[in-house]
């Protein structure tokens, strides 16, 4: 399989509930990001990995958890969410940090809702 | 600071229409600029770039043309298809660090 996978495509979760998001890319590269996307909105960074070093977290709150164990993998662990954190969340790839040349690789994203 | 504009949607178009939609941006260097785009769900996929100034991008019928002088990468296309139906996404990045995205114009292209 090629490219950036995440499961699950499809989550609905109460706010005391706890759950993953998981990210997953076959391309060899050693940065991946995360996105949240709502409506009528710009994509807003929430996080970014670089060979498994987090170095950006912008301004994220704390229900929501990243870790990244290898260059290949991406996790979003929430708990406690709002119902104003239903979004599309989309994870992304790209070669290396820094390459203003290259764009990203994103995956389909998983629509959460927060009931 | 970086920042992108794009033009308010939705836009509706008919088969074989001439498609633009328009681009701004404020950078504090010298911004790559790019084209996404996002099919019904799906995530975003990259349709085009520039990375300097008067590069054009160009791919599958549609272009764009890196304007410096008017901080300007308008997306067009001479003859639009149903196929073309999605959320397009303009964005750009300096640094290479971070990728600064417009709120997304909808294109719904009708036979």
């Known amino acids: 399989e090629t490219g950036v996978t995440q499961t699950p495509r499809h989550l609905v979760m109460g706010m005391t509930n706890k759950k993953s998001l998981k990210c997953e890319q076959h391309?060899?590269?050693?940065?991946m990001y995360w996105y949240k996307q709502s409506a009528k909105k710009p994509l807003e960074l929430m996080f970014v990995y670089n060979f498994k070093e987090q170095t950006e977290n912008n301004s994220v709150p704390s229900r929501f958890s990243p870790e990244c164990p290898n260059s290949s993998h991406l996790f979003l662990h929430l708990h406690t969410l709002q119902p104003e954190d239903s979004a599309l969340y989309l994870c992304?790839?790209?070669?290396?940090?820094?390459?203003?040349?290259?764009?990203?690789?994103f995956g389909s994203g998983t629509r959460l809702t927060v009931v | 600071g970086n920042s992108v504009t794009q033009m308010e949607g939705p836009v509706t178009l008919s088969e074989e229409a001439f498609l633009t939609i328009n681009c701004t941006y404020t950078?504090?260097?010298?911004?790559?600029l790019f084209w996404y785009v996002q099919y019904p769900g799906e995530g975003l996929q990259l349709l085009l770039k520039a990375t300097k100034a008067d590069d054009k991008g160009s791919n599958k019928g549609f272009e764009a043309t890196y304007r410096k002088e008017t901080t300007s990468f308008h997306l067009e296309k001479g003859s639009v298809q149903v196929s073309d139906s999605a959320v397009y996404f303009c964005?750009?990045?300096?640094?290479?660090?971070?990728?600064?995205f417009g709120t997304g114009t909808s294109l719904t292209v009708i036979p």
């Open positions: 950078a504090t260097g010298y911004p790559s």
């Open positions: 391309l060899g590269h050693n940065a």
């Open positions: 964005a750009l990045t300096d640094t290479g660090n971070q990728f600064y």
């Open positions: 992304a790839s790209s070669q290396v940090l820094g390459q203003r040349e290259y764009g990203y690789t």
